[in-house]
């Protein structure tokens, strides 16, 4: 594998993500460390931009996204803006972030460089495939706080570990290690925290290989099963945006 270095895209003026390419390969990254990468109204917009953009490019045959740092992926909403739960906006935003996850006609790897907490953790588990660290951690905070995710993070949780595991997760809140998240099925693989840009750089190129339009098929083709299996959804945003009325509280 030959080393590429990744190049800014031009045009975006991003303060809450870096939004890099490389030749066939688009990386989105949340760099809020110092906030262990938790997410504002803000950094949505700035990641909403980003996938629109890396969904729409011809150029682009993966996507890799990740967080800044060697402390966390992500770790959901920033309790600073939240305070109680999550306010209306904030949750439109979440639900199309995860909604072009999902339905980009092209894979997105998430790696996973640390904590995947709450929302965080649903991000990682909506992408078409993880590699995580020995360090990383996963887990659900919801019902700690008063908040909850029937679609998308309780719903498709379910199709992805199964339905006791997928309640366990929400009902205990307990913390997952990646060992641990590997053998439920939550990611594909593991690795040492310096291997990880490595492998997931790898994974890229494998994937590079292969037919595009062959890929979004079959993307699209696993989406309508998977839709059909949680209850028979046409998208996520068929069945999640009801659960906007409940106000996230």
């Not at 439109?92 to 972030?97: F, I, T």
């Not at 965080?120 to 995580?132: E, F, K, N, R, T």
């Not at 696993?222 to 906007?244: K, P, T």
Request: some cysteine; glycine content about 10%.
């Amino acid at each position: 594998m030959t080393e590429q270095k990744w190049k800014k895209v031009p045009g975006f003026d991003f303060k809450d993500i870096i939004y890099e390419r490389r030749p066939g390969v688009a990386r989105v990254i949340i760099n809020r460390p110092e906030a262990y990468n938790a997410f504002t109204t803000s950094t949505q917009d700035e990641l909403i931009k980003a996938f629109e953009d890396a969904a729409s490019d011809a150029t682009v045959g993966v996507v890799v996204f990740t967080g800044a740092g060697d402390k966390a992926f992500c770790t959901g909403g920033d309790a600073k803006e939240a305070k109680a739960g999550y306010r209306k906006g904030m949750l439109e935003k979440d639900l199309l972030v995860k909604t072009l996850i999902r339905e980009m006609p092209k894979p997105v790897i998430a790696a996973v460089n640390g904590y995947a907490i709450g929302g965080g953790q649903v991000y990682q588990q909506v992408c078409d495939l993880s590699i995580a660290s020995e360090n990383a951690v996963f887990g659900q905070v919801g019902p700690l706080v008063g908040s909850f995710d029937p679609g998308v993070g309780a719903i498709d949780l379910m199709t992805v570990v199964g339905e006791k595991k997928a309640r366990e997760i929400w009902y205990l809140c307990h913390r997952y290690t990646a060992k641990e998240a590997l053998e439920m099925g939550l990611v594909n693989k593991v690795v040492p925290a310096d291997k990880l840009e490595e492998e997931v750089d790898k994974w890229c190129d494998e994937i590079l290989e292969k037919s595009p339009g062959a890929i979004a098929g079959i993307k699209a083709c696993f989406n309508r099963c998977h839709y059909l299996y949680a209850g028979d959804r046409v998208s996520f945003s068929s069945v999640s945006l009801e659960i906007l009325r409940f106000g996230g509280s």
